[in-house]
C-alpha cells in the first residue's frame, strides 16, 4: 500500500472521518461493555446520564473539564510548534504549588488573585523552559526530558507536602494548608458548584485562537512546526519561536493547577490531578489542535470521566473504561485524520 | 563516605544492582531494536505495564512462570502490532502513536483487572522465580551470592542482549534493520519491504519490553501493582541514547544506572538517608536518566531515518 | 561498439503501461522492447514519465495497466524483489544508500536470506573486489558510504546491480551530478558491459550525452512516446524538437558591461560540516548587471556559500561586504532588509511550507515587514494583496491565493518563490539550482526573469551543476571543488571539459592531482 495525498479532501471527508473515529469508539465501549458482561445500550446510556444527567451531574463535567481546557490548550499550542510537550503534568503541579505558596497569607490584599496566576504561568514556563533550552541547545529529545521531569516533580511534590509545605493541621495528612478566602477564585453563580476558572480557560482558549490566527507570533509558531528549515531560512528565528511557544504553553498548563487549587480544592495534595496533563494530549489531539476545539474536546472527555464514574458505582464496568475509550480515540482519531489528507491506494 | 564503601562491598548490594538491572535490559533492548529499524517506541511504558499485568494474571490462573513470560511476550507484541501498523504503514506520528499505546495499555492493564478481580483489595501473591543454584559458581564466596544467585529471566535477559549484538551485527537480518533505520529507500531498492522489517522489529521490541514488565511481577515482586513500572520505559528511551544505540553499551548502562539505584536505596538507610529527604532519593533515577541524555547529546550517531516515516515511491 | 543486431534476443518488454496520479497521466500505453546488449535512451523533459516508468518496471510502482517482461517472462507487478531476481538492476537518480553503512555492507544487503547466517564478509568482499576490477569501478569495499565522493557512490550503485548479476541496468539521470570526464568514464563503463551482454536504459534529458551513448532513443512527452529514433541517423535538433514539442529555445543571456561591486567575499571560510566541506578561503566579488555562475559538482561548499549570501551563516574567518561596507549583523531577515534575494536550492523543503496557503507562503520573508504587521498583529487583507499581486505577474497557475502551495506543480511553486524574492526589487540575488527539476516552459521563463533582473541592475550568484545552464546564462564563471574556488573565468574563454577538469579538483594552488 502507498498514500496518496488527496488535493482537495471533500467536506464529507473532512468532517465524516473524525466523526468516524468517535463512532468506531463508541463501537469499542460497546464491546467492552459486552465483556464487562453489562448490557452495552445500558452502559452507554448510563455514561451519558452520569455525565450530563442532573444539574449536578453538569456541573461536575463542567469543573473536571476546566483543567482540561488548560492542559488541551497547553498541549495544543506547543503540539502546533511540533514542540512535544508531555510535560503538562508537572507544569500543572508548578501552577499549584505557586497557588498555594502566594495563597496561604503571604500576600493578603485583592491582589493575591492575580498576582498567583501569574507567578503559577511563571513557574509553569519555567519547567519547560528547561526541556526546551536543552533541545534547542543541545538537541535533547524533549519528550524524554518532559516526561521525567513529571515524575521528579511529583516527588518534590511529596517532599513539599510533607515537609516545608505541609498543613500542620492536617492530622498527618500530606496535604498543604488551606488557601486563605481571598485567594480563592469566587464561584461564577452563588450557590452553584461552578468556579470562574471555568471562565477563564473559555477566555484562554479564545486568546490563544486569537494569538493563533492574527499575531505574527500565531503566523511563526505555524510556520516553525510545519516545516522548521523553510521557517529558518525565510528569517524566522526558530529557537526563539520555540522559546516563546514554550512560555506559552508551560503557562497555560500551569493554570490548571492554579485554578483546581485556587477554585475547586482550596488546598494542594498529591492527588491533585488525576493525569490531567497526559489527558490534555488527548484533548488537543482530538480538537485537531484547533484552541475553541480544545474547548468542545475537554468537555467531551470530562464528561466521559464523569459519567464513567457514575456508570461504574451503578453498572460495574470498571471506570477505567474511561481511560481506554480516550486511549482509543486518540488512536483512532490520529488515523482519521491522516486519512481526511491522504488515500490509501494499491502499489 | 565509609557507608558507601560498605554499601559497595556487600555481596547483597551487587545481587540488588543485577536484579534491578534485569528488566531494564529486557526493555532497552526491545526499545533498541525498534529504533535500530528506526521507529521510536513510546508505548514502552505502557507495555511493560501490560506485560507485568498479562504475565502475572497467567500465572495466577495457573499457568507456569514460563508460560506467564511467553503471554506477556505475546500481549507485549499485540501491542507492538498497533504501534507498528498505525507509524509503519499510515507513517503516523511516532511521538503521538506512543504516547496513545502506552495509554491504552496502561488503561487495558487496569480494566482487566478491576474486571478479573473487582472484589480485592489487595492484588494476590504469585509464586515466583526462584534463584538458579549453578553447581559451584553459586558457592563462591562473595562472587556467589553478589553475582551467581540470580533467576533464570535474568539469565535470559543477558542471552537476549548477546542475541541483539549478534543478529544486529553479524546476521543478514540484522543488516537489513540497521540499514532501514539508515536509508530505508536503499532497503526497499535492494528488494526487502520496509514496512516488513520496521513492523517485525517493533514487535520483536514491544515483546521484550513486556518481558521487561513480566520481571516485575514474576520475578522481583510476585504481585501487581498499579504504579509498579513508574517511569521504568521512559528510563530505558534514555538508556537506548545513553548507549548510542549499541547493545552492549546500553546493557552497560542498565547495569550503570541500576547500580546508583540499589545505591539510592541503601543510602536512604544511612546517616545520609536521615539528612536528605527521601524523595530526592526516589528521584535519583530520574535526574541521572536527563543527565545521561544531555551527557550523550550529539556525541552519539542517531540511526538516520529514526522517527521519519516510510511512503514507498516518495523521493 | 558494435552495431546493434537485429536478431538480438528481446531482453525485455514494456507493454501499454499506464500510470496515474489523481488526474495526472504520468505514463499514457507506453511500449518498449530493449535487446541484449543494446542502450535505449529514454529522452524526455523533466515531468514527461522517464522515472515513473522505471519505477513501474522496477517495482517501485504498479502500474494502472500494461505488462512488463523480462526475458520472455511476465514480471509480478509491485515487487522490487522480483524484478532484481529477474536481472534488472536500477541506479536511482537519487541514490539509495545507507551512509552510515560500509561499501560491502550496502552492496550485500538483502543479498542472502535474512534467516540466514549470512556467508561472511571475506567471499563477498572478493566478489566486490573482482567485480570492481573487471569493469573499472574503483572503491575501497569497506569504507563508509558518507565519507565517498559522488562519483564513486555512483560506482557503488553500479557494483550493487552488478552484484546481482544484473541482466538489464537502468540509469536514471547518471550523469547529473558527473563532471564531464566522470561522465566520459560512465560511458567507458557501459560500453565495456554491453560488450558483455548487458542491456542498458540510460535516463536522461541531455541530447549529447543520448546521442553519445544510445543506439536507440525513446522520446517521451507529458507520459506519451512521441518518438522512436535511431540515434545514429538523427540529429539533436530532432530530438529537441520531438522532445518539448516544437520550437522552444531557452533564453541566452547577451554580454553586457558589469557595473559596481555589490557584495564581495574577501578570503572566507567556513567550517566543514559532516562530510561536505566549508569555504576555504574563498574571495568572490558580485558586480551589478552581472550573472557570476558557480559550477561544480554538488557537496563541494556549494551550500556553505549559498548559506552565507542568504544570512544562514557567518563567516569563521575572512569578511563579506556589501557596497564596500563589512557586514557584521547577519540573518535572513537582515539579508532581505539588505536587498539580496534569495531562492533557495529546495524548494519543497526549505523555500516553502506545503500546508501553508500562497498567501502565507509569499510573506514568510516580509511579515515582519510595517507592510504586513504592525506590533505583532498580522495584516491580512495587505499579504493577500501581495500574493495576488505575484500570482499575477510572475504568471502563477493557481485557483487563488488560498490554495495550499502543496497542490501547486513544480514550475508554479518556484514562480512564487522567485516572485517573493523579486517583488522586493533585490539588489543581490542568489539563484541556487533555479530551474532543477522544472519542465521546458518553466525553466524558460525563469531565466528570462533572472536576465531581466540583471538587465535591470542586479548582481546574481547562478549556483548550478548543469554545466550547460552556467555557459549559457553566465557574464562569468567560477569553479568551486572542495570549498575552493577558481579563478574567474569570463564568458566564452572557457570549455566544458576545462571547467569539468576544475571540478575534479584540478588547477587549484597546491591541489593534489587525482588519480
Redesign the interface.
Given at each position: 500500500m502507498r498514500l496518496?495525498?488527496i488535493?482537495?479532501p471533500t467536506p464529507l471527508r473532512r468532517l465524516g472521518l473524525p466523526a468516524l473515529a468517535i463512532a468506531a469508539t463508541m463501537l469499542v465501549a460497546t464491546l467492552l461493555a459486552l465483556i464487562a458482561g453489562a448490557d452495552p445500550f445500558a452502559t452507554l446510556g448510563q455514561i451519558a446520564t452520569g455525565a450530563l444527567g442532573s444539574r449536578l451531574a453538569v456541573l461536575e463535567t463542567l469543573n473536571r473539564a476546566t483543567p482540561l481546557i488548560f492542559t488541551g490548550l497547553a498541549v495544543a499550542v506547543a503540539f502546533r510548534a511540533k514542540l512535544w510537550n508531555i510535560g503538562a503534568e508537572a507544569q500543572l503541579y508548578a501552577g499549584a504549588i505557586m497557588a498555594v505558596l502566594l495563597g496561604t497569607g503571604a500576600l493578603g490584599s485583592p491582589l493575591v488573585l492575580p498576582v498567583s496566576a501569574l507567578a503559577a504561568m511563571l513557574a509553569g514556563a519555567l519547567v519547560l523552559l528547561g526541556p526546551v533550552l536543552l533541545k534547542t541547545r543541545l538537541g535533547v529529545d524533549e519528550v524524554v526530558t518532559t516526561l521525567l521531569i513529571n515524575f521528579i516533580m511529583l516527588l518534590f511534590v511529596s517532599y513539599l507536602l510533607e515537609g516545608p509545605m505541609k498543613d500542620p493541621m492536617g492530622m498527618g495528612w500530606p496535604k498543604s494548608p488551606a488557601l486563605i478566602p481571598e485567594a480563592r477564585l469566587p464561584r461564577i453563580v452563588d450557590g452553584l458548584r461552578l468556579h470562574w476558572g471555568f471562565g477563564l480557560a473559555l477566555l484562554a482558549a479564545a486568546l490563544v485562537w486569537v494569538i493563533q490566527t492574527?499575531?505574527?507570533?500565531?503566523?511563526e509558531i505555524?510556520?516553525v512546526g510545519?516545516?522548521p528549515?523553510?521557517?529558518?531560512?525565510?528569517?524566522?528565528?526558530v529557537n526563539a519561536v520555540l522559546l516563546k511557544t514554550a512560555l506559552l504553553s508551560g503557562g497555560l498548563a500551569a493554570l490548571a493547577g492554579w485554578s483546581e487549587v485556587a477554585g475547586l480544592k482550596g488546598h494542594l495534595s498529591q492527588d491533585l490531578s488525576p493525569g490531567f496533563g497526559y489527558t490534555g494530549i488527548i484533548v488537543a489531539m482530538l480538537a485537531l489542535l484547533h484552541p475553541l476545539g480544545v474547548v468542545i474536546s475537554a468537555l467531551f472527555v470530562a464528561g466521559i470521566f464523569v459519567g464513567s464514574d457514575a456508570m461504574s458505582r451503578a453498572a460495574g464496568v470498571p471506570t477505567y473504561i474511561a481511560d481506554m475509550l480516550l486511549a482509543t480515540a486518540l488512536l483512532f482519531m490520529v488515523l482519521a485524520i491522516l486519512l481526511t489528507k491522504f488515500r490509501v491506494v494499491?502499489? | 563516605m565509609t557507608d558507601i564503601i560498605d554499601i559497595l562491598i556487600s555481596a547483597s548490594f551487587w545481587a540488588a544492582v543485577i536484579r534491578i538491572a534485569t528488566p531494564l535490559i529486557f526493555a532497552t533492548m526491545g526499545e533498541l531494536i525498534c529504533e535500530r529499524a528506526g521507529v521510536l517506541n513510546l508505548g514502552i511504558e505502557g507495555i511493560m505495564v501490560i506485560g507485568a499485568f498479562t504475565g502475572w494474571m497467567a500465572v495466577y490462573q495457573g499457568m507456569p512462570l514460563w508460560g506467564g513470560v511467553a503471554t506477556a511476550m505475546l500481549a507485549g507484541m499485540l501491542f507492538g502490532l498497533l504501534h507498528s501498523t498505525l507509524t509503519v504503514p499510515f507513517g503516523l506520528s511516532q511521538h503521538v502513536v506512543g504516547l496513545g499505546v502506552t495509554l491504552l495499555a496502561t488503561a487495558t492493564a487496569s480494566f482487566a483487572y478491576r474486571l478479573m478481580l473487582p472484589e480485592v483489595t489487595s492484588p494476590p501473591k504469585i509464586e515466583p522465580f526462584q534463584p538458579l543454584d549453578l553447581p559451584i559458581l553459586s558457592d563462591l564466596p562473595f562472587l556467589g551470592e553478589a553475582i551467581f544467585q540470580q533467576t533464570a529471566l535474568t539469565w535470559a535477559a543477558f542471552a537476549v542482549a548477546g542475541l541483539v549484538a549478534f543478529t544486529l551485527y553479524?546476521?543478514?537480518?540484522g543488516?537489513?534493520v540497521?540499514?532501514a533505520g539508515?536509508?530505508p529507500?536503499?532497503?526497499?531498492?535492494?528488494?526487502?519491504s520496509v514496512t516488513a522489517l520496521r513492523m517485525g522489529a517493533v514487535m520483536v521490541g514491544s515483546g521484550l519490553m513486556a518481558v521487561g514488565g513480566a520481571f516485575l511481577t514474576l520475578s522481583a515482586f510476585s504481585s501487581f501493582f498499579f504504579e509498579m513500572v513508574n517511569g521504568r520505559g521512559w528510563v530505558c528511551v534514555a538508556l537506548v541514547v545513553f548507549g548510542a544505540w549499541k547493545p552492549g553499551k546500553a546493557v552497560l548502562g542498565a547495569i550503570l544506572f541500576a547500580g546508583f539505584d540499589a545505591l539510592q536505596i541503601r543510602l536512604q538507610q544511612t546517616d545520609l538517608g536521615a539528612v536528605l529527604p527521601y524523595q530526592l532519593f526516589l528521584a535519583a533515577p530520574y535526574i541521572l536518566s536527563i543527565l545521561a541524555l544531555i551527557l550523550m547529546s550529539r556525541r552519539a550517531?542517531v540511526?538516520?531515518a529514526l522517527m521519519v516515516p516510510y511512503n514507498?515511491?516518495e523521493? | 561498439m558494435t552495431d546493434p543486431q537485429e536478431k538480438a534476443e528481446v531482453v525485455l518488454r514494456l507493454d501499454r503501461i499506464t500510470k496515474a496520479?489523481?488526474p495526472l497521466r504520468a505514463n499514457d500505453a507506453i511500449s518498449l522492447t530493449l535487446r541484449r546488449g543494446e542502450v535505449v535512451a529514454l529522452l524526455g523533459e523533466n515531468g514527461a514519465g522517464k522515472t515513473t516508468l522505471m519505477?513501474i518496471l522496477f517495482g517501485?510502482?504498479?502500474?494502472d495497466e500494461g505488462t512488463v517482461e523480462v526475458f520472455g517472462k511476465p514480471l509480478p507487478?509491485?515487487?522490487?524483489?522480483?524484478?532484481?531476481?529477474a536481472g534488472v538492476g536500477?541506479v536511482?537518480q537519487?541514490f539509495?544508500?545507507?551512509?552510515?553503512?560500509s561499501v560491502l555492507?550496502?552492496i550485500?544487503?538483502?543479498?542472502?536470506?535474512?534467516?540466514?547466517?549470512?556467508r561472511g564478509r571475506t567471499a563477498a568482499r572478493a566478489r566486490v573486489e573482482g567485480l570492481a576490477q573487471d569493469f573499472g569501478l574503483a572503491v575501497d569495499p569497506m569504507a563508509k558510504v558518507s565519507r565517498l565522493t559522488v562519483g564513486e557512490r555512483q560506482r557503488v550503485e553500479i557494483l550493487?546491480a552488478l552484484y546481482r548479476d544484473a541482466k538489464i541496468l537502468i540509469l536514471d539521470e547518471p550523469t547529473a551530478v558527473l563532471t564531464p570526464q566522470e561522465a566520459d568514464a560512465l560511458f567507458a563503463t557501459l560500453r565495456h558491459a554491453t560488450a558483455r551482454g548487458l542491456s542498458v536504459i540510460f535516463i536522461s534529458h541531455k541530447l549529447h550525452e543520448v546521442t553519445a551513448i544510445a543506439d536507440r532513443c525513446l522520446v517521451l512527452r507529458h507520459g506519451r512516446v512521441v518518438g522512436e529514433v535511431d540515434t545514429h541517423a538523427t540529429d539533436k535538433a530532432q530530438l529537441a524538437a520531438l522532445m518539448v514539442g516544437g520550437e522552444l529555445t531557452l533564453p541566452k543571456a547577451e554580454a553586457r558591461v558589469a557595473g559596481p561591486v555589490l557584495m564581495e567575499l574577501q578570503a572566507v571560510s567556513t567550517p566543514d560540516r559532516g562530510a561536505a566541506p566549508g569555504l576555504k578561503a574563498v574571495t568572490l566579488t558580485l558586480r551589478a548587471g552581472q550573472i557570476t555562475g558557480l559550477a561544480g559538482v554538488s557537496g563541494n561548499g556549494q551550500a556553505a556559500l549559498a548559506d552565507l549570501i542568504?544570512?544562514?551563516l557567518l563567516p569563521a574567518f575572512g569578511t563579506v561586504s556589501l557596497n564596500g561596507t563589512p557586514i557584521t549583523r547577519w540573518?535572513?531577515?537582515i539579508?532581505?532588509a539588505e536587498g539580496v534575494g534569495?531562492i533557495?536550492e529546495d524548494r519543497h523543503?526549505?523555500?516553502?511550507?506545503?500546508?501553508?496557503d500562497l498567501t502565507?507562503n509569499a510573506v514568510?520573508?516580509g511579515?515582519?515587514t510595517r507592510r504586513f504587521?504592525r506590533r505583532?498583529?498580522?495584516n491580512w487583507p495587505a499579504a493577500r494583496a501581495f500574493a495576488e499581486g505575484i500570482i499575477a505577474a510572475y504568471d502563477v497557475r493557481c485557483p487563488g491565493p488560498e490554495t495550499r502551495i502543496?497542490?501547486l506543480s513544480g514550475g508554479n511553486m518556484q514562480k512564487l518563490i522567485l516572485g517573493r524574492a523579486l517583488a522586493p526589487g533585490p539588489q543581490i540575488i542568489l539563484a541556487n539550482q533555479p530551474v532543477r527539476g522544472l519542465d521546458v516552459g518553466a525553466i524558460a521563463y525563469v531565466q528570462s526573469q533572472l536576465i531581466a533582473a540583471r538587465d535591470r541592475g542586479a548582481a546574481i550568484l547562478l549556483i548550478s551543476e548543469d554545466l550547460d545552464e552556467i555557459m549559457g546564462l553566465s557574464d562569468v564563471i567560477h569553479v568551486m571543488s572542495q570549498g575552493r574556488l577558481s579563478p574567474v573565468f569570463p564568458r566564452g574563454t572557457v570549455s566544458a571539459p576545462d571547467l569539468g577538469l576544475w571540478m575534479a579538483g584540478q588547477g587549484f594552488d597546491g591541489a593534489r592531482h587525482a588519480a
Open positions: 496518496e495525498p488535493a482537495n492574527r499575531t505574527t507570533l500565531g503566523y505555524r510556520a510545519q516545516n528549515a523553510a521557517a529558518r531560512f525565510a528569517g524566522i528565528p494499491r502499489g | 553479524r546476521t543478514p537480518l543488516l537489513a540497521r540499514a539508515e536509508n529507500a536503499a532497503v526497499e531498492a535492494q528488494g526487502l550517531e540511526p538516520a514507498k515511491g523521493r | 496520479f489523481g519505477n517501485h510502482y504498479v502500474a507487478p509491485g515487487q522490487p524483489r522480483a524484478a532484481l531476481q536500477m536511482h537519487h539509495t544508500l545507507a551512509g552510515n553503512l555492507d550496502n550485500a544487503l538483502g543479498t542472502e536470506s535474512l534467516w540466514s547466517r549470512g550493487k542568504s544570512g544562514l540573518t535572513p531577515r539579508a532581505v534569495r533557495p523543503h526549505t523555500g516553502s511550507i506545503a500546508d501553508f502565507e514568510l520573508e511579515y515582519r504587521s505583532g498583529w498580522m502543496r497542490l
